[in-house]
């Protein structure tokens, strides 16, 4: 199993200002993914954060609003840009070392935007 | 795209009955993961189905995934103050190689002691 950490846990922040959120897990693994999950709504994949290369965006989900990182096999960023108060969510990310393979989520980190 | 509906929305249930959570997909499924998620936390893995009338168990809660791979269902016995919680399946579309995640609704489990 993946163990993931997330920081930061948790942030209020002011509109207009951005922020980073930083996903490590414990060991190496293929596929790295950005959730959000709005208040009392499901999870929505935001992208897959590939290692090397720019990240595969969801419909909807643009690269100047949700820039990411992915320098290494352990380690994704998350920047949540240009903050607007629909931006307050819960941000998780996952990974999972391939097809069928158990994708394992972080704790996640809630944001409110002010 | 694929759309998972789960049922019942919300479930109040009292300490120590059973109960069942049900997760349909519009399309065959090729891997269905069954989450929990505490309010405001991060979502812990319970379990993931791939065969068609596949059956797991974890202490008391089974999931099972039907032949034609398009419903699961997950069955808490003798449930606990600790089963509460918010449960998502999560679904794998069906095309090899793809392994994003496609999340149900939700059903939000209320135990009452």
């Known amino acids: 199993s993946a163990v993931i950490s997330q920081k930061p846990s948790r942030d209020i922040c002011q509109r207009g200002t951005s922020l980073t959120i930083q996903c490590q897990v414990d060991s190496q693994v293929t596929m790295m993914f950005w959730y959000r999950q709005q208040p009392g709504q499901s999870l929505t994949l935001i992208a897959t954060a590939n290692q090397g290369s720019e990240a595969t965006y969801e419909s909807g989900f643009v690269i100047d609003k949700f820039p990411i990182s992915r320098p290494n096999l352990t380690f994704s960023t998350l920047t949540v840009s240009n903050m607007s108060p629909e931006d307050s969510s819960i941000y998780l990310c996952?990974?999972?070392?391939?097809?069928?393979?158990?994708?394992?989520f972080g704790p996640g980190t809630r944001l409110t935007v002010l | 795209s694929q759309e998972l509906e789960q049922s019942p929305q919300s479930l109040i249930v009292q300490e120590g009955k059973n109960l069942t959570i049900n997760c349909t997909s519009s399309?065959?499924?090729?891997?269905l993961y069954w989450y929990k998620q505490k309010y405001g936390e991060g979502l812990i893995f319970l379990m993931m189905?791939?065969?068609?009338?596949e059956e797991k168990s974890h202490e008391k809660i089974t999931a099972k995934l039907d032949e034609k791979k398009q419903q699961s269902s997950l069955h808490i016995t003798a449930s606990q103050p600790s089963h509460a919680g918010i449960y998502l399946c999560g679904a794998v579309p069906f095309n090899f190689g793809n392994e994003k995640l496609t999340f149900g609704t939700g059903t939000r489990l209320t135990i009452i002691p």
């Open positions: 189905l791939q065969k068609g009338g």
């Open positions: 996952s990974a999972g070392t391939g097809p069928f393979d158990t994708q394992y």
């Open positions: 399309k065959t499924l090729y891997g």
